[in-house]
């Protein structure tokens, strides 16, 4: 009897190290159709800095067919330089006080994250370290995203404080106008396979 449970054993055990084949790597990249926008208030008026130049790659995990079923990794990279606003001055004065020429880029790369489906939309928590003017700081993002085939859109929102990242809050005409410290960046990736 032990002889034919142990034989059983060997026959089955290349099956159970084989992985599910229904389970795979789903990468997507961002397009040139997606956008950040960054903005505040100030002591004169609103203000929103924005840029369509990022790049981004986001890996599911997906079991049937497309649907997915965890998130595996987030990476976004944006340069500085490419937030633009219709206010010459606040711009340049965004991108000095964030020290864009000693640090040019803005990254995000998750360390976990978790994938709840509702209906065809997906509510992704991404946790991980985000680098602003060399201050990294774990923070947790979320997004809805609708999966289209071979796109997916992801939008959301995040409030934060410039001082969190040591960026002093910019301020125009020898101080007489200054923006406030909490800022809300709002984002939609359009990712392609």
Request: overall charge negative.
């Amino acid at each position: 009897m032990n002889t034919i449970k142990l034989l059983l054993i060997i026959i089955s055990l290349p099956f159970l190290l084989i992985p599910d084949a229904q389970s795979q790597s789903l990468t997507y990249t961002s397009t040139d159709d997606s956008y950040i926008i960054v903005s505040g208030t100030s002591t004169l008026q609103d203000w929103e800095l924005r840029s369509e130049t990022l790049m981004s790659e986001v890996v599911f995990r997906s079991g049937n067919g497309d649907d997915i079923e965890s998130l595996e990794s987030v990476t976004l990279t944006l340069e500085k330089t490419s937030l633009e606003s219709d206010q010459s001055r606040l711009q340049r004065s965004a991108h000095s006080e964030m020290d864009a020429g000693n640090h040019p880029q803005i990254t995000f790369r998750s360390s976990d994250g978790t994938v709840q489906r509702n209906g065809a939309e997906y509510n992704i928590t991404a946790t991980g370290d985000l680098t602003i003017s060399g201050v990294t700081r774990q923070v947790s993002v979320e997004a809805t995203c609708v999966n289209a085939g071979d796109e997916m859109v992801c939008t959301g929102t995040r409030d934060m404080k410039m001082t969190d990242y040591g960026i002093d809050p910019p301020t125009l005409m020898l101080g007489t106008i200054r923006t406030h410290d909490d800022i809300s960046v709002e984002f939609r990736i359009i990712y392609s396979q």
